[in-house]
């Protein structure tokens, strides 16, 4: 599904937008940054990789990892007006960061090596003294969103990321019992997996240009690389002024913020699959007027 574009605030999409985004646990935001700037991001990338796009021999590993890129491009990229709008809908104005720069980038090449990176898990973003795995507590201590940032055409056969459909709404029970604390991504998996078996699938394609913004507990996973070309996406996370609070006394709920408690809720509802007119395309909301790493995000 998508929804005229509009240059205009527009109470109709909006709620749109959060209504999915609650149900689903994301939005895709189609043509969230030129086209163009798209193009700068992946030769900057390319540089990055030492490899030679039109010589398939020179690309030797499944994943290659890029840490923070702040070149122009870069920061036009997660600074358009489209995405500033969508931050403030889904996460309150005054409740984000600005970021200027991206981070965390899986590119991800055709191979017959399997990647050891593609199981179903959720973004941890701190790491506790002494402790190996980041981890996440039922606030989402240091992540608003996470987001998912097309910089290549992503296709079915291109290693497209993988998300369960409503699985955020299975998290929040899992890391209650854990408090303030939190719990490493490492042992809350196997708990993460089971919970959320019963979600329909759905695939992080489209455009370059396109942006996914995921509730920080969506269930999501990478996968093999088996097509032809080159998948190259930035999955940075948005970083939050504060953390969620889950008991307001003006009931100002976020987005983010209305969905952890609804997961926690048992009477409220679990969410549902959205696939139903695309069965092998995760839905999208079009909010668009252009025309056109750290080891927690490493996924």
Known sequence: MRMARRTVHDDRVDDELVARFLTDGFVKIEGAFPPRVAEDCTRLLWRETGYDPADPGTWKDPVVWVAGMAQGPFAAAVNSPVLHEAFDLLVGEGRWVPRYSLGSFPLRFPHAAEPDDAGWHIEGSYLPEGESWYFTNLRSRDRAL??????????????????????????????????????????????????????????????????????????????????????FMAQPPLLPAAPCELERRDGNYSAVERAIRRGLDPRAPKGRGELRDQPQTARSVDLSSADGPTAADRR
């Open 146 to 231: 996470l987001m998912l940032f097309l910089f290549s055409e992503v296709t079915e056969t291109d290693a497209p990321t993988r998300i369960r459909i409503g699985s955020h709404l299975d998290v929040p029970p899992l890391l209650e019992p854990y408090g303030e604390a939190g719990v490493s991504g490492l042992e809350i998996a196997p708990r993460l997996i089971e919970a959320s078996a019963h979600r329909p699938l759905g695939y992080a394609t489209g455009r370059p240009g396109d942006v996914y913004l995921c509730h920080p507990f969506l269930v999501h996973a990478a996968q093999p690389h088996h097509g032809t070309r080159p998948r």
